[in-house]
Every structure is written in C-alpha cells, then in structure tokens.
C-alpha cells in the first residue's frame, strides 16, 4: 500500500474492515486503486489469501449509499447477466467486497474486428435483463425525473460553461423541444433501465459477457434507453450505418423475445433518436458539471462528441428545429465572447 493510501482515513476504516472479515481472507497489503468514478465512490483491487483479487467499494455516507448497488445486484443478478457477487458488506460505513470482473473494459478492446461481436453479447444481455422487468421494484424514470435530468442542459452547459444566458424566446424554444422529448419518452414502452449502458461499465469476460458495472442508478423507464447508452457512446464513436445495423438487430431480437417495441422499426428508430437526445443534452449539463463543480477535466474531451450527436439528431427533425437554431446562436455568441464550444 502507498504512503498516500496509508495517510487516507476512509482507508483505514476500509483495511480495518477487511482484517476482521473471516472469509474471504484478503491480503490487506495489496490493496490498490481499481478505477476512477465520476462520484465520490471509489474502488479498490485486493489479493486473496487463495491467489485471486477481488474489488473492495469505498462509497463514503452521506454522499454515497450502498443500498441501491445491493439491491440493483440481488435483481439483475437474478435475471442471468454477469454482474459481481457482493461478498461481504458493511452498509452502515459505506463499504462493500465484490467478485472482480477484470480490467478489460468494452472501450479498452472495441475496435473494427471486435465490436460486432461485443456488441451482440451487449445487445442479447439487455434483452434477457429487459424480458424479466417487472414494475414497481426499481424507481420509475417518470417525468419529473426526465426534465430534471435536461434541465441540466440549460444550467449547467450553457449558464455556466458557456457563460451565456437565453432569452425569453430562447427558454420558451428550448422548452417546446423538452416537452417534444418527453412526450415521446413517456409514451415508450417501460422496463428495467441501467442508465450507464456503455463502453466503460462493460467488462469483457470469457463466459457471460459483458461483465457489468455501476447499475446502482437503475430505474424503470424508456426501452431505448440503455440501447442509446451503448450505440451512441460518449466515448466512443460508430458510423451511423453500423449504429443503425446494431439497433435493428436488437428491434429484432427485442420483438422474438416478446418485448413491446414498435413493430414499425422507422418509429422504434425515431424512439430511439429522440431518447438519444434527452441523454445527449442531459449528459452535456453533466460533463459541464463534472468540470465546474467538482473539477473533474478530464470529460471536457467528450463534450464534442456528445455535441455531434446532438446536432445529427436534431437536424433530422423538424420538430426539433428550434434546438438547432439556439445550438447555432450560442456558437455565434461564444465564439465572440472567445468561449470554447
């Protein structure tokens, strides 16, 4: 363990922990950092007494609470996905020892010749996890939910990363384009979501794939939900005619397996586009206030690409015209002010 992990006192809370724990045995010494979290969350690898690792979780109350990750684990896990085994738990302290899934994130391996196959394991694991949703078990992704969700757009990406503030016209636009959204968000189909779908919570494993992580936000809302997470990813980039071959296959899947989507693949399309932007514009707020509040960088890298997808959307629609003009004038206004887009 390094000085700075001995000098940590949530550490030494997590070690002390460990130590009393009869079984599994860990080797306390070993412990070292795992993966980056865009919360307060932290996570840990540590060695066993039997040769193996397993992930300790440090998730610090009142900031974090271990409960959904518990329950979410106990319900996806019942439905046949990989996700780790919780093998000991301290729910009071925040603390938590899983069954480790590796380190081979779907990010660190996708590339031409591995991402169909990937893909395909994602894409058949949410079908399974969907077939088996259920209501009233996990937080409904309701309305009030959603705008808040886009209201993070307004506030925090463009108030305070761009700096700019919106007109009276601009706010009554950009809230003809939400109510657009949600409309057509709500009128979805309902089922088990994971909020994170994507390339960095999906581990590659040999038997099971994926592997997958950080489902404690997990909520029961739009079915095309987790497919947008994975198809049009934040941090990694597909053509539009792959993207498009993916979502048809998992319509098609969807549809055998007696899930409710559209029997109309150009309206589950246009489902899944409009879904994409409420993500598109949630996770932009997100970014910016990842950076701005609780200076984290690193995800200002991504914002471009998030733009793309939500310009590509919105161009093709001509509902959704008003959003394409106001992303117009704020480049005009920034790009005068000397802002970065």
């Not at 066993?48 to 690792?53: L, R």
Request: net charge negative; hydrophobic share 40%.
């Amino acid at each position: 363990m390094s000085d700075s992990l001995h000098q940590d006192s949530r550490l030494s809370q997590l070690s002390g922990w460990l130590a009393q724990l009869e079984s599994p045995k860990t080797l306390i010494a070993s412990l070292r950092p795992a993966s980056a979290d865009a919360s307060f969350r932290r996570y840990f690898r540590v060695d066993t007494a039997e040769g193996g690792t397993l992930i300790v979780m440090d998730a610090p109350p009142p900031q974090e609470d271990v409960r959904p990750f518990v329950q979410v684990a106990e319900l996806f896990g019942a439905t046949g996905i990989t996700v780790p085994a919780i093998l000991a738990q301290d729910i009071e302290h925040g603390f938590l020892l899983l069954s480790d899934l590796g380190s081979t994130t779907y990010l660190k391996q996708l590339n031409a010749d591995t991402a169909h196959k990937l893909y395909i394991d994602a894409i058949d694991a949410l079908v399974l996890l969907q077939v088996q949703s259920r209501s009233g078990v996990l937080p409904e992704y309701d309305r009030a939910m959603l705008h808040r969700e886009l209201m993070l757009f307004p506030d925090w990406y463009v108030g305070k990363h761009l700096k700019a503030t919106l007109s009276d016209a601009q706010s009554a636009d950009l809230n003809k384009v939400f109510d657009v959204l949600l409309a057509n968000n709500l009128a979805q189909p309902q089922v088990y979501v994971h909020r994170d779908y994507h390339s960095r919570n999906l581990m590659v494993l040999d038997k099971g794939n994926p592997g997958i992580l950080d489902f404690q936000d997990a909520v029961y809302g739009p079915i095309t939900y987790d497919l947008v997470s994975l198809l049009r990813d934040a941090y990694i980039q597909w053509d539009e005619e792959m993207v498009l071959d993916w979502a048809i296959r998992y319509w098609e899947r969807a549809r055998r397996a007696g899930l409710p989507v559209s029997h109309d693949v150009d309206d589950f399309y246009r489902d899944f586009e409009f879904m994409g932007l409420q993500r598109h514009l949630k996770v932009l707020g997100i970014f910016a206030r990842l950076y701005h509040r609780d200076g984290k960088d690193g995800y200002l890298n991504d914002i471009p690409l998030v733009m793309e997808y939500t310009r590509k959307t919105a161009y093709r629609y001509k509902e959704l015209a008003p959003l394409v003009r106001l992303l117009d004038a704020l480049v005009e206004n920034t790009t005068k002010a000397g802002y970065t887009f």
